[in-house]
């Protein structure tokens, strides 16, 4: 069987040393999630990079702020995941078990189409102070 890249995070595996992705669509999930996780300037010598979801958990969650958070999602995607198309993206705040609202915390669904492989895939994402 074909390995692609490690696991993030990084765990042990007895088999390989380290816990690995198996298919595309794991990779391209992961990949994702560190695009959107990614602070701008984070990484080196890819200023632009990252959609930085983390700056806007201390914002007011509204229209505007849906807006500006779906464009920018949008605009990462299309640039550094061009074989990523996105069919929909919710964006709402947090809640637990219970479903009470978390404050500084965001919930993104964003399903996307693989287009290399032909596939459709849901990628949820709590991101929380």
């Known amino acids: 069987m074909p390995y692609y890249s490690p696991s993030l995070p990084l765990t042990r595996d007895k088999t ?5 992705t198996e298919t595309i669509k794991e990779v391209v999930k992961q990949n994702y999630k560190m695009l959107l996780l990614t602070m701008p300037g984070e990484r080196i010598m890819v200023p632009k990079y990252g959609a930085g979801l983390y700056q806007f958990l201390f914002e007011n969650l509204g229209p505007e702020l849906r807006r500006k958070i779906e464009t920018r999602i949008r605009q990462q995607t299309g640039q550094y995941m061009s074989y990523v198309k996105i069919k929909e993206i919710e964006i709402q705040e947090g809640s637990d078990e219970y479903g009470n609202a978390l404050s500084n915390t965001l919930f993104v669904k964003i399903e996307y189409f693989i ?3 032909s596939e459709t895939d849901v990628l949820n994402l709590t991101v929380s102070q």
């Open 115 to 117: 287009s290399s492989i």
């Open 16 to 20: 390989n040393g380290y816990k690995l």
